[in-house]
């Protein structure tokens, strides 16, 4: 058959190939050394390629045990409350007030109290105006957000502010909500705030 004949002539073109290296060509001594050598590059090349292999794995293991989830965000830096988040809503909330047809979002430097300023590391009031060119507010501080460098000063500055107006506070972050708008329920705009922040911290006052 013609696949046993091909293998037949395979097999003794292979035994006259190993012939050839064992004696050499023509019945001279062959180069060991040459063989030698090249059987030394090509297993090196192997071993390179398996330590290669074997240091992919590893970091990849590596990986793995850190974990790929992305962090999360601290309770102690506000949860998953934002200003962008807060703003948004406050935004959406607040303008359908008649008493705020206009609001704008303010970084008064002062409107933070000056007890608790020094630990105040991000400010912004929102005011209610009742035209785009007015050049003063309708309703002064309908909403403020602070973040506080630490939970502690935030906690001090939430019960402070609790007493007179409702207060959102979420890790360092502080949500302090005005008494100005008689036609929206703070407590509710506040409860909302809080949702966004994914159920996080509490309500006071």
């Known amino acids: 058959m013609p696949t046993l004949t091909g293998s037949r002539q395979t097999g003794h073109a292979n ?3 190993i012939s050839v290296m064992r004696r050499g060509p023509t019945g001279s001594t062959p180069d060991t050394s040459a063989v030698a050598t090249t ?3 090509e297993l090196i090349v192997q071993i390179r390629r ?3 292999a074997l240091g992919a794995t590893a970091v990849i293991m590596t990986i793995n045990a850190c974990g790929g989830d992305e962090p999360t965000p601290a ?3 506000g949860g998953g409350l934002s200003y962008d988040k807060v703003a948004s809503l406050t ?5 359908k007030d008649p008493d705020c047809p206009i609001g704008k979002w303010d970084d008064n430097s002062t409107g933070l109290d000056e007890a608790f300023r020094s630990d105040g590391k991000f400010f912004k009031q929102f005011d ?3 035209t785009a060119d007015a050049s003063l507010p309708h309703r002064v501080q309908q909403a403020i957000y602070v973040e506080f460098t630490n939970a502690e000063r935030a906690k001090a500055y939430a019960q402070e502010q609790s007493i007179l107006y409702p207060t959102l ?3 360092s972050t502080v949500v302090v909500a005005g008494s100005g708008l008689e036609a929206t329920d703070m407590k509710a705009y506040l409860s909302a705030v809080q949702a966004v922040a994914g ?3 509490e309500i006071l006052g």
């Open 91 to 95: 935004n959406e909330r607040l303008m």
């Open 39 to 41: 059987w030394s590059k």
């Open 128 to 130: 209610c105006y009742k």
């Open 199 to 201: 159920g996080a911290g």
């Open 15 to 17: 035994r006259s190939m």
């Open 169 to 171: 506070l979420v890790g």
């Open 50 to 52: 398996i330590l290669a």
């Open 75 to 77: 309770a102690g830096n």
